[in-house]
């Protein structure tokens, strides 16, 4: 079934309810153009998990419309074994480094940070990367796309919900948020600007029902302050926030 899925979801993309009405009569499908589908992914090093598998996001079984593959490159311990945190910093200064830098002596060996590959991301995951930390990192194409220096880092495992040959459309991030909140197990803001640009994944959190924590603002244009008035969770220290392993 698994390679059904791979099949379906290769040729019908982000069409979920048709892959979905198609699984239903999967043996409409020929051998021969199943094995063909699945050697294009062997041939690329590219791997995969569906709905059916272990590693799929327990909170997306009960959304609709969603995908139901997805394609990943990387050591799937990273998944498996660490915290998964998206932490957002929009804000960079004494304060906000200081708290960064806590974060990262305490939390990088048994945390995997997520990002979603955005410009203002960049400055926050060269810090993680140089401090060895492990990344994962959610992409909004195929991930044969990809053109990341780090594709070869050990400490990087790169996730897709989009099979081979798709380009990065504007709805694909707004998928790609989605599951980035699915995966993750929660979101954690250092600063953030009052305009700023995670509401899109603030509300992706909201709705999958995950935990926001967000640190005191370190001045009037530090947005955390109305995160933290519209219910998100304070917090002075980031074992608050992230307790255990997973």
């Known amino acids: 079934m ?9 040729y019908l993309k982000t069409n979920y309810l048709q892959i979905y009405k198609n699984l239903l009569r999967p043996n409409q499908i020929e ?7 699945e050697s294009e992914y062997f041939i690329q090093k590219i791997e995969f998990f569906t709905i059916f598998d272990v590693f799929y996001p327990k909170s997306l079984l ?3 419309n969603v995908p139901m593959v997805f394609f990943y490159k990387g050591d799937l311990s990273i998944l498996e074994k660490y915290s998964k945190v998206y932490l957002v910093n929009e804000i960079q200064n004494v304060q906000t480094e200081e708290i960064l830098n806590d974060v990262i002596l305490k939390k990088k060996k048994n945390c995997a940070f997520v990002f979603c590959g955005y410009k203002q991301e960049r400055k926050l995951e060269e810090k993680l990367k140089a401090n060895n930390c492990k990344i994962i990192y959610f992409c909004a194409s195929g991930l ?10 050990p400490n990087y495992f790169f996730i897709s919900a989009f099979p081979i040959k798709t380009h990065p459309k ?6 790609n948020n989605f599951v980035a909140a699915a995966f993750a197990n929660s979101l954690i803001f250092i600063s953030s600007e009052k305009e700023s ?12 029902g995950k935990e926001i924590y967000c640190f005191p603002a370190q001045n009037l244009e530090d947005g955390n302050n109305e995160l933290i008035k519209s219910g998100a969770n304070l917090i002075t220290k980031i074992e608050e926030a992230i307790k255990n392993n997973p």
């Open 2 to 10: 698994n390679t059904v899925l791979l099949y379906l979801t290769h």
């Open 31 to 37: 051998i021969e153009s199943l094995k063909k589908v």
């Open 62 to 64: 009960l959304c609709k």
């Open 144 to 153: 044969d796309q990809i053109n990341h220096l780090e594709k070869d880092n």
């Open 170 to 175: 504007k709805e694909y991030f707004y998928i």
């Open 197 to 208: 640009k995670a509401n899109n994944l603030i509300n992706c959190f909201l709705n999958l």
